[in-house]
């Protein structure tokens, strides 16, 4: 499954990865890429401002990080990257495979 820069848009990013979880097959893998919180504070605080005006106007949240809900999903990331200044983050995550019987 492949989200790219929606989880911003959508108004319970909680639920959006627990509904991809949902939908998401047994040892299938989740890739996300995003925008979110910068690394450096300049870009958080511009990031701040920003947000003053685009979530209002458009729901356009510039500071989450919708990669801290994939643990609480039991999803199991694989990989990680994650632009200059922290602004675009790709993780990769895989849903665990059903127990095989001995």
């Known amino acids: 499954m492949v989200c790219t820069f929606s ?34 504070w300049p870009v958080r605080a511009i990031q701040r401002v920003l947000e003053l005006v685009t979530v209002p106007l458009q729901g356009e949240h510039l500071l989450r990080r919708p990669l801290r809900h994939v643990p609480a999903e039991w999803l199991k990331v694989e990989r990680r990257e994650r632009f200059r200044l922290g602004l675009t983050d790709r993780p990769a995550a895989r849903k665990p495979a059903p127990a095989r019987d001995s």
């Open 7 to 40: 989880s911003c848009a959508i108004p319970d990013d909680r639920l959006a990865v627990a509904e991809m979880n949902r939908v998401l097959r047994r040892g299938g893998r989740l890739l996300l890429a995003d925008h979110g919180t910068g690394s450096a």
